[in-house]
């Protein structure tokens, strides 16, 4: 367990050595601050029968800051060790490859956390000014969360993954955000389904990333969704922990 | 300590190991001889565990590299090939995490990691970022990432690549002052860096094992040179040069006046002995009698020729 704790450590510490965490998290904290400022003009003296968290939800920032950001968070969590020659280092400690592929998710995972801690401090600001109502209240705010790191947990694999398949960092990120991206989009599908109740119309709204983190935004949470968020970040990490695996099958 | 027969490494049509065996006693310092892409690298790598060998099986301590790489790991201590370090950490803080990820107790750390520093000589740059480093201190470095966990096998990919000659001087002394607790494992293309710091080597070329034992039973093999330089008529050094029988000689005239001689091949102790006497007889000044030891090279090529003559 120290050894798993040591390596997320050093996952962690290495966004903060360099400039790298720095540049990200001002980049989305510049996303969130002018998502928010989209936000607060709109409900501008308008009552709002949404969750706060909803429309911020509504403005697609969200999805903007993770599609953008997650690949940039994870394409060095493989790639660079691959590429300094470290992971060689790395992999003959004594140390099980899923506590190597685990502690990337992991640090990968928890850095993401900490970039949505400005979306908290606006939150507490509007409650501040709104009281206690609902539009804004613990629960949605709760659910809001449960929901960021769900869609966190899926990405930050995905990301993994990409960074696992390859040495440079580059590569790492651009297939990452074209997993991603594809699965985000696959998901629009559910619009064209409407109503309808054959199977390729279900698959698209269970496999709708929107509309999963969208009924997390409105306060539900739907246990579908995540079992859905949970087997498809197992399954990657699952396919990772292939690839790491794979050199000494090759 | 180390056990490894028949093993084989294919990087899709390219074989990189050709069935090598060889093994390794506990407390021997071997040193892993042969040019780049001879197959070293590789061969270390299976050997911790850092990947599968096509056929073959390795052992380290009685456990096998592919079905209980963990019991391996703890069991050496490895500085690849080319000494990658992260360059955003700290020499002490690298070294504390090492020595975590090798599961030293937390209590003892601290103290085995300035124990390792000070072997090393690396305590003057213990709050330096590695990246700050030069070469030399980086290979301490990771010598000391290798010795961290008192590994029994200790495992190391070029130590002296890229050093000056001070620096080179200063791992040799560190991989003698080893010897005595550890086995250790050094690869190297250079054959003076091998003599010195060896009792055994296994030499490979191109994938395969040419030879392994004591350094100096394998140079007996290999074909020392004797060098003399007389100052006489060209035609008549040769003819002379081919009377004394000592191998092959190559004769050259040089611009002032002596020829240069070089015998190769059926070379003794009494050889430079007899070219000196023959040359006193005919009364010709002699300004140069020199034996050269047999280099990595000429080691190559006995080894390689006496493989290839039975067939």
Redesign the interface.
Known sequence: M??F???V??EL??FF??PTGFIIIAAVMFLIGLGFLVVLSGLNGEATPMPVTQVFYGTYFFWVILLLIAPVITMRSFAMERA?????????????DWQVVLSKFAGALIFYMILWVPLLICSVVVRFYVGESAVLGLGTMFTSALGILMVGCLYMSIGCFASALTRNQAVAAVSGFALGAALFFTGFFSYFAGDRTDWLSQLARHISLANHMESFTRGVVDLGAIVFFLSLTGLFLYLTHKVVES???? | MIDVQHLTKRYGQHVALDGVSFSVNAGEVVGFLGPNGAGKSTTMRILTTFMAATSGTARVGGDCVFEQPDRVRERIGYMPENNPLPLDLRVADYLGFRAELKRLAKRKTTGRVSEVMEQCGIEDVAKRFIGQLSRGYRQRVGMADALLAKPELIVLDEPTSGLDPNQVRSVRRLILELAGEHTVLISSHILSEIEMTCDRVVILHEGRLLASGALNDLMAKANASVIAEVQAPLPEVQQWAAELALGQAEVAGQPDGYVRCQFAGAIDGSARERVFAAANERGWPLRELSRRAPSLEDLFVSLTQEREEPQ
């Open positions: 120290s050894v704790r040591a390596l450590r050093r510490s290495a050595q360099g300094s020659g470290t992971y060689e280092s790395l992999m003959t400690a004594p140390v099980g050199r000494r099958w090759k």
